[in-house]
């Protein structure tokens, strides 16, 4: 009997982490419809490709297939890479994700394991803009919208200073790997949209909890804040509750 019941649970230790290593290595791409008043006409159905954490992943073929034609820009959300990831893997990631459109990075914690240099001159290499506490303006016809990278790698930057050189008027997106960002914006800012990831959406949760909150999109006031659960793993290469996730976000305008 105590045998039997020892077998039992073996069993079912083994399907737990088959299926956590099985949840860990999806290739879902959630497509989310986006509104704002304040996005220029010509964006009106503009989509943004966004990819954050993909740590050791290599990107699933199928996936980038799916989506070439699909998307105008994409957006790579930090923590591109770890310690532990040959630059062969990372060059071929970089690859994949050029056939689908221009693509923007910011820094996350765990890039800046590897050799940096190496990392940057691929990122040069292949035409992959690093924002770092800079703006670069996105133009369709005679209208434009902003995307601004903010970088607290190094130290913490001065907010109101690095978002003056903003304008107001512009439909701007705001890309952080750390979803804190949000609770250091001022009271007035020119953020429409915040693209985060870092917290895997908890990665591991044991009867819905975790250290973090799961991934999320939520509206408050004027800016509409994605965090997202990431594409790949930190430490063990499970997840329990928290499905890895991609985004291919279509931008409307609203009335």
Not at 78 to 101: C, Y
Not at 226 to 248: C, F
Request: hydrophobic share 40%.
């Amino acid at each position: 009997m105590k045998k039997t019941l020892l077998t039992l649970i073996g069993l079912g230790a083994s399907a737990t982490l088959a299926y956590m290593y099985y949840e860990a290595n999806q290739n879902r791409v959630l497509k989310q419809r986006l509104s704002f008043k304040d996005l220029p006409s010509s964006f009106d159905g503009y989509k943004i490709f966004f990819i954050s954490d993909v740590h050791r992943r290599q990107l699933d073929s199928k996936m980038i297939d799916a989506l070439k034609g699909e998307c105008d820009l994409v957006i790579i959300g930090g923590d591109f890479v770890e310690s532990t990831v040959p630059m062969a893997r990372v060059e071929e990631n970089i690859l994949k994700l050029k056939q689908l459109a221009d693509v923007y990075f910011v820094w996350g914690n765990n890039d800046v394991e590897v050799d940096v240099r190496k990392l940057t001159e691929l990122f040069d290499k292949y035409n992959v803009h690093v924002l770092k506490n800079e703006q670069v303006k996105i133009q369709k016809g005679t209208a434009e919208i902003v995307l601004f990278g903010v970088d607290e790698l190094d130290k913490p930057i001065d907010h109101l200073e690095v978002y003056s050189q903003l304008s107001a008027e512009a439909f701007t997106i705001l890309i952080s790997h750390f979803p804190i960002v949000e609770s250091y914006l001022p009271n007035e800012h020119p953020f429409s949209l915040l693209l985060s990831g870092h917290t895997h959406g908890g990665q591991i949760r044991l009867f819905g909890l975790a250290l973090e909150k799961l991934g999320t999109i939520k509206t408050d006031g004027s800016l509409t804040t994605l965090i997202s659960n990431g594409y790949g793993t930190s430490i063990l290469p499970l997840r329990l509750g928290a499905k890895s996730e991609t985004h291919l976000l279509e931008l409307k305008k609203s009335d």
